[in-house]
């Protein structure tokens, strides 16, 4: 069974200090992993797509990498809008059709 | 970007009415639309595949009788909650997926949150 782990459950820092999320995850083989934002009472927004090991993406102060095993979320310098749950989500190769098995998520709070 | 719609993005309803969201795909077309159910500190739990004119997949568990999902185009997918109870009560999300290739991914609405009285 596939299965998706994010830690920490809940992470507090304060403003400028930078930290990484992390996302392990034990599939059959991986189509692709995602990473997504979602403020309260919202739906996700996407952020980023890993498709491969050694694979890396960066938007403002966000950075995603992968390995074979897992994936990080590095945030430099956050700000109070970085809070918010981030949800990481694969996608596997065969049997899972499009679907994406979601993680149980960071909640990220940044304070002054 | 992709945009991704819901409506209605509120509803109230009582024990044993129907409820219908909608979920609309603007500025792409969505050959497959996917329908999510999210509880208070948890994460999202997929209960539906919908591809356009075919019947949709549904993940083991889901009643496919009490939550009935139409795609009837390629920019519109409905999933309507038949006979509500209270338990139904909940966060619900559609996404549509966007293919380019191998490369693909999925776009969420903002979300519809029942309440069931």
């Known amino acids: 069974e596939d299965q998706v782990t994010q830690s920490p459950e809940a992470l507090r820092l304060q403003e400028g200090e930078s930290s990484s999320l992390n996302c392990s995850y034990t599939v059959s083989g991986l189509r692709g992993l995602f990473w997504y934002r979602q403020d309260p009472g919202k739906g996700p927004e996407f952020l980023f797509t890993l498709y491969s090991a050694g694979e890396e993406k960066e938007k403002e102060r966000l950075k995603a990498t992968l390995t074979k095993k897992e994936s990080f979320l590095h945030i430099t310098a956050p700000k109070p809008e970085d809070s918010a749950t981030y949800l990481c989500?694969?996608?596997?190769?065969?049997?899972?059709?499009?679907?994406?098995?979601f993680g149980t998520g960071t909640q990220l709070k940044v304070e002054l | 970007g992709a945009v991704v719609s819901q409506h209605p993005s509120w509803v109230i309803c009582k024990s044993g009415t129907s409820v219908k969201i909608e979920c609309r795909s603007l500025?792409?077309?969505?050959?497959?639309m996917f329908w999510y159910r999210q509880f208070p500190k948890q994460s999202l739990m997929l209960m539906a595949t919908?591809?356009?004119?075919?019947?949709?997949?549904?993940e083991q568990g889901v009643e496919k009788d009490k939550f009935l999902i139409n795609h009837a185009s390629l920019t519109l997918s409905t999933l309507t909650v038949t006979s509500a109870h209270p338990e139904d009560s909940s966060f619900y999300i559609c996404?549509?997926?966007?293919?380019?290739?191998?490369?693909?991914?999925?776009?969420f609405g903002p979300g519809t949150r029942l309440l069931v009285l």
């Open positions: 500025d792409f077309q969505a050959t497959t």
């Open positions: 919908s591809n356009e004119g075919s019947k949709a997949t549904y």
């Open positions: 996404s549509a997926r966007v293919a380019g290739g191998y490369q693909e991914t999925q776009y």
């Open positions: 989500a694969v996608q596997v190769l065969t049997g899972g059709g499009n679907k994406l098995t």
